[in-house]
């Protein structure tokens, strides 16, 4: 069906039992793909219930990567599911924590808005919450908002939420508002048995909340018989074909694909009496058959301080997995913590790697382990991708190794160096905050022509998101340029250094902004696709270079 311009578009509450964690960010992109595959206009939207204004200001450790969209919302990383299943764009106002609620709250009763009245988590907080679930309803351009209430139902932080879906379902009434409860269904390898208990469990408080799931999604191991599925149905009052299984999968991309196995949009469409179509999923497809065959393989480093927990490089891995797929060579990611890496173990290391990403980072500990990487890979032609604090460590090493700067660095680092090569803007100075204060959000940049990086993206001009504060300072460009490290993209408004590349090197960029936010399944990130060519053909010339030796 084509999509039509509604004034008002149908909600979809996705809500979770239990744990956190169990991949409901993935399943509302998975039925956000069904739907737009069927020519409906989708956006997703996710309320945290966490007191933080935004999630700018929590530790990678603590949350995962914090994902920055074009109009510099410091944001969950769930929406980057959401852009890189659906190509979509989204924004500060597909984002929303208690903290925000709150705050917007305070300042209207501030502002004397309530004309005396108490202020109260009902109705005031509620309301407040209602009026964010609706705002991108406003534009009309969408035939289905779903909204991911993070958290799980029963907790205390949540409840002020699921009390505001239960007044949605009353204000856009039952064709308009759909409830999908997603619970863990765990599987005791003791008892060789699919517990029940605990889906029961949460959806009985979240019927004691007054929300009646239309349709539970149960995240397993092993496949659900039939019988449990009757007593799932059963006890949780849904219909037995609105209980849906959701597997554990081999990767997060077949999950829309597992969901039309299971005919979750169906139920969605049926229970919201619209027609039944076909969805066209031909490119989605194209990109798993591409992904799952590849011809070749390289192993790639990624450098940083968080190597711990993935998600804190989340963006980065599955921009990894589109060039992957684009290449149709599978990318083995060899995960290298930046503070093990020294003078005399780096060889080691980064033995056999074919590129070298170093990570975007805040702070001191392991730059100079990322710096000692750098040179390696300089000096010995390895291609290299150097992202926002990659792209300044790779300043650094420069600058020391080959502008003889032995003291240069980041003022962020060393407050007091002598050589500044990466340095606060002037406007950045004053700044005590924290939150919010950073270069956020999508920025121009031009590519000077016949470099490196135009040949990448194959144009002159590009768009790019940012989140940092430190700058490269331009009073050393013309000596880098004339070493050889070339300014290849500029801010061509501010001047400001976006990309940097070396002339005499097969492929060794560092960006200031973060492309990998960019990427998506059908849109792979240029620079992420050429590096992982690159890496590809710098592992057939190593290759080649060993037999001739032998
Ligand atoms: N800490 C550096 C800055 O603020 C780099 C930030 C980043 O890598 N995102 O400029």
Redesign the pocket.
Known sequence: MASQKSKTAKHIFVTGGVTSSLGKGIISASIGKLLQARGFSVTIQKFDPYINIDPGTLNPYEHGECYVTDDGAETDLDLGHYERFLGIKTSQDNNVTTGRIYNNVITKERRGDYLGKTVQVIPHITDEIKSNFFKLDKSGDFDFIITEIGGCVGDIESLPFIEAVRQAKLDLGPNNFLSIHLKLRPYLNAAKELKTKPTQHSVKQLLEAGIQPDILVCRTEKPLPIEIRKKLALFCNVQLNSVIEAMDAESIYDVPLLMLKEKLTERVLSKLKLPKTEPDLDEWKAFLGKLKNPTEEVEIGLVGKYVELPDAYKSIAESFIHASAENECAVKLRWISSESITQVNVADLLDNLSGILVA???GERGIEGKITAIQYVRENNIPFLG???GL?CAVTEFARNELKMPQAAST?IHPQTPDPVIDLMNEQKNITEMGGT?RLGAYACTLRKGSKVHAIYGKSKISERH????EFNNQYLEEFENAGMIASGVNPKSNLVEILELQEHPWFIGTQF?PELKSTVQNPHPLFVKFVEAALKFKKISYKREVINL
């Open positions: 975007p980072g805040f992202i926002c604090l300044q962020e950073m989140r940092h504060r430190y973060h």
